[in-house]
């Protein structure tokens, strides 16, 4: 079983829609929850991250961690074209080498259609 | 600021070739790391400096990787010799507090 699991999509919404992305993850020792946004050819950007359980927003961007079902989301309303890029979750954990290890799902790839 | 700056962008190189990868941080971030994601594989966590140090190096496939980080500055990482195994994207990010780091675009390695 891998550590974090993404559904790579593609996901395809009309302009406007709730947009709902989901990683679920098996490592209890996970502590940050991160989202990375990664448009063609670019490096990912970083979104947003929580350490606790619980909501997140921040504008039109809303991350939710629920660390008792080990699932976190990403929601994005009134989505716009500019949003279409590939969303990548990240979990972050000590590695017992003065390091904090990012363990990184796969992608969904989101396109927003005009 | 300048963000994370990556050279070359594209590498195409022969099986056995060695190639050698930079990476320039954010000015004044003491953490790079480096990441590699290989064709339909997620990103993964390679090594991680601080400064001049390698602090956790675990990531690291094997002993053809060899990543340096001169004066706490840029950094290196070479592949010597390449395998077709190692294609893939390899990513630099940086920061000044661990957690929030700041990716480059990459270098894609294509080994032939």
């Known amino acids: 079983q891998k550590e974090v699991e993404q559904d790579p999509g593609p996901l395809s919404v009309p302009e406007g829609a709730i947009v709902s992305l989901n990683c679920t993850y098996s490592n209890s020792a996970f502590q940050y929850f991160m989202w990375y946004r990664q448009y063609s050819r670019k490096g990912p950007e970083l979104l947003m991250y929580t350490y606790s359980s619980g909501n997140k927003e921040d504008g039109r961007f809303t991350a939710q961690v629920d660390k008792s079902s080990k699932y976190i989301s990403l929601f994005i309303r009134d989505s716009q074209p500019s949003d279409s890029a590939t969303y990548l979750c990240a979990m972050s954990a000590y590695s017992g080498a003065g390091s904090y290890q990012l363990t990184f799902g796969k992608g969904t790839k989101l396109s927003v259609i005009p | 600021e300048a963000g994370v700056t990556q050279f070359p962008s594209h590498s195409v190189i022969e099986k056995g070739q060695t190639v050698t990868l930079r990476c320039d941080p954010i000015?004044?971030?003491?953490?790079l790391y480096w990441y590699r994601r290989v064709m339909g594989k997620e990103i993964k966590f390679l090594l991680h400096?601080?400064?001049?140090?390698?602090?956790?190096e675990s990531g690291m496939p094997n002993n053809r990787f060899l990543a340096e980080r001169t004066g706490g500055t840029y950094s290196t990482l070479k592949v010597q010799p390449a395998e077709l195994e190692d294609s893939g994207v390899y990513f630099c990010?940086?920061?000044?507090?661990?957690?929030?780091?700041?990716f480059g675009p990459g270098t894609r390695l294509t080994v032939l």
């Open positions: 000015s004044g971030h003491d953490n």
């Open positions: 400096f601080v400064k001049e140090s390698k602090q956790d």
């Open positions: 990010a940086s920061s000044q507090v661990q957690r929030e780091e700041f």
